[in-house]
T-cell receptor, first 116, second 115 residues
């Protein structure tokens, strides 16, 4: 079964410093991996995805993620954090059913606090 | 393009009642999925619809049901509400052109409180 794990409940970083939010995955076959962000009382906003190709994926708002097959990781990164980046971040993997349907399996989420 | 819309945004019900939530996908998107988000269980998949057919279903009791209309709009219904059904219910749509690689776009959610 497909799964993702986010080992950190919370990440604290100072504004202007680089940030990393960690994610590891367990899949059978080639993984389809996603990052989403959620602000209070809002739905999820798509940041980026890895399907195939370059291991470094660039996404919205200056975020990027590095796919590492040997370490089964897909960490989210940003070179310089902003206070407005403070939110809940979810790593996710796509699970495709034999019917052709699919579901997205989410990690538990990591809360990012960026201090001014 | 307008995003995914969900109505109502907030709902308060009592135990034993039933509720219907509505989702309008992004124009042109044919796949609609529903998720339940709670502090304890996180984000959990409920079901996915494509062309009015349920293609995938999560591990929820039969009290949870859904449907999709010919215009891709979707509704989910929860009957005989329990306190544990209090959650944020999120709808997501995708174009259904790239199979599992499609990006899902989420609506703002419906906050259901069961008293």
């Amino acid at each position: 079964a497909q799964s993702v794990a986010q080992p950190e409940d919370q990440v604290n970083v100072a504004e202007g410093n680089p940030l990393t939010v960690k994610c590891t995955y367990s899949v059978s076959g080639n993984p389809y991996l996603f990052w989403y962000v959620q602000y209070p009382n809002r739905g999820l906003q798509f940041l980026l995805k890895y399907i195939t190709g370059d291991n470094l994926v660039k996404g919205s708002y200056g975020f990027e993620a590095e796919f590492n097959k040997s370490q089964t990781s897909f960490h989210l990164k940003k070179p310089s954090a902003l206070v407005s980046d403070s939110a809940l971040y979810f790593c996710a993997v796509r699970d495709i059913a034999y019917t052709g349907g699919f579901k997205t399996i989410f990690g538990a989420g990591t809360r990012l606090f960026v201090k001014a | 393009k307008a995003g995914v819309t969900q109505t109502p945004r907030y709902l308060i019900k009592t135990r034993g009642q039933q509720v219907t939530l509505s989702c309008s996908p992004i124009s042109g998107h044919r796949s609609v999925s529903w998720y339940q988000q709670t502090p304890g269980q996180g984000l959990q998949f409920l079901f996915e619809y494509f062309s009015e057919t349920q293609r995938n279903k999560g591990n929820f009791p039969g009290r949870f049901s859904g449907r999709q209309f010919s215009n891709s709009r979707s509704e989910m219904n929860v009957s005989t509400l329990e306190l544990g059904d209090s959650a944020l219910y999120l709808c997501a749509s995708s174009p259904a052109t790239s199979g599992g690689a499609d990006t899902q776009y989420f609506g703002p959610g419906t906050r259901l409180t069961v008293l």
